[in-house]
Nanobody, 118 residues
Framework: QVQLVESGGGLVQPGGSLRLSCAASGSIFSTYAMGWYRQAPGNQRELVATVSSGAITNYADSVKGRFTISRNYAKNMGYLQMNSLKPEDTAVYYC????????????WGQGTQVTVSS
């Protein structure tokens, strides 16, 4: 059973930065894609950024140039560096680990709250 635990959320002022972390248990980390998603109150969960097992990245247009996704294969860790934060970035952020084409191989963390407010 794979478990994902996010950390690093909190309250930050507009223009500030936060770094989210995702710790993954198990030995599958290096062969799975990893992503960050977010859900604001009243909204659907949306993709923020993904990185494939081969380190190819993809970003939502709303965060391009401000957020950076990365992963440390040796430590089974994923990260989301968030800079120039805006109030509209306020949401619960979720880490996801999955293997394409295998619906049962799809894991989510419990989420971490990010609030951008002055």
């Amino acid at each position: 059973q794979v478990q994902l635990v996010e950390s690093g959320g909190g309250l930050v002022q507009p223009g500030g930065s936060l770094r989210l972390s995702c710790a993954a248990s198990g030995s599958i980390f290096s062969t799975y894609a990893m992503g960050w998603y977010r859900q604001a109150p009243g909204n659907q969960r949306e993709l923020v950024a993904t990185v494939s097992s081969g380190a190819i990245t993809n970003y939502a247009d709303s965060v391009k140039g401000r957020f950076t996704i990365s992963r440390n294969y040796a430590k089974n860790m994923g990260y989301l560096q968030m800079n120039s934060l805006k109030p509209e970035d306020t949401a619960v952020y979720y880490c996801r680990l999955w293997r394409g084409g295998v619906p049962s191989a799809d894991y989510w963390g419990q989420g971490t709250q990010v609030t951008v407010s002055s």
